[in-house]
């Protein structure tokens, strides 16, 4: 095996991929200071005030260990607020602060810019087939990821 077998194979790709992804996110969405796991917990958490962190771990495939190191860092910036439960004072739920919505509706267009950039690439054509297969093999391996992406998570009561 060489180095030419390593670069064709999927695993290589899709990890290179991943790479220049963040790079491109981080490139586009440096004025909101915010990291793709960031944005997508954002995201998942102004869908789902009141969730608590590992019903968000589920929501955005990601380890709640990690998770919670990240939402750390969004809560000393301010972008999430932690608050004790109404049903059980023991769990921690999630809502977005006022600054977390304002960087949220800053980061849209910016994300945005990162998706079509991602893509300019290949030609507009192969674009649609791409995301349809790169969408159909993650799907048929969800199971097989350390952290399956589950969006079937039941929401918890609203926060007060």
């Not at 491109?24 to 608590?52: K, W």
């Not at 990601?62 to 860092?73: I, K, M």
């Not at 969004?74 to 439960?85: C, D, F, G, H, T």
Request: with cysteine; net charge negative; glycine share 4%.
């Amino acid at each position: 095996m060489s180095m030419d077998d390593v670069y064709q194979m999927p695993g290589h790709l899709i990890r290179r991929a991943q790479q220049i992804a963040v790079s491109i996110f981080l490139e586009e969405c440096g004025p909101a200071d915010l990291t793709p796991v960031q944005y997508a917990a954002l995201v998942a958490i102004q869908g789902n005030p009141g969730i608590d962190a590992t019903r968000l771990s589920a929501l955005v495939a990601f380890d709640r260990s990690t998770l919670g190191n990240v939402l750390e860092r969004m809560e000393a910036k301010n972008l999430i607020e932690r608050i004790s439960s109404p049903a059980d004072k023991r769990v921690k739920v999630l809502r977005l602060s006022l600054e977390g919505e304002r960087v949220l509706e800053q980061a849209e267009p910016l994300v945005l810019r990162t998706q079509e950039r991602i893509l300019a690439p290949l030609a507009p054509e192969d674009r649609a087939a791409f995301m349809r297969m790169l969408a159909q093999l993650v799907e048929l391996n969800n199971d097989a990821s350390r952290v399956p992406l589950r969006t079937g998570a039941p929401r918890p009561p609203e926060a007060a």
